[in-house]
C-alpha cells in the first residue's frame, strides 16, 4: 500500500495480542516466514508501541529485494 506521502508500505495483521511484545514478535515471525529467512535476522526497531513500525531485516540487499518484488507482486495480481 502506499501512504500519503508517497512511501510503499506493507500491511501486516497478526493475531497475537500487543502485551509483552507478542504481536511484534508476531509480525518478526511472519515476515520472515514469508521472505524464507530466520526469524533473528528480522526486527522491529522502530514503533514497537505504535501501529505502524520500522524493521531491520538482516540479509542480502538484493535477494531481500527480489523477494519484497515477489510478494508485492503476489499481493497486487
Given at each position: 500500500m502506499t501512504d500519503d506521502a508517497g512511501q510503499t508500505r506493507l500491511k501486516i495483521r497478526v493475531r497475537a495480542v500487543p502485551e509483552n511484545n507478542k504481536?511484534?514478535?508476531a509480525v518478526e515471525a511472519?515476515?520472515?516466514r514469508q521472505l524464507k529467512i530466520a526469524k533473528?535476522?528480522?526486527s522491529v526497531t522502530t514503533g514497537a508501541t505504535?501501529?505502524?513500525k520500522v524493521l531491520r531485516i538482516d540479509h542480502d540487499p538484493q535477494d531481500l529485494s527480489e523477494q519484497?518484488?515477489?510478494l508485492l507482486g503476489e499481493t497486487r495480481g
Open positions: 504481536a511484534n514478535r511472519l515476515v520472515a533473528s535476522l528480522v505504535m501501529r505502524n519484497l518484488e515477489m
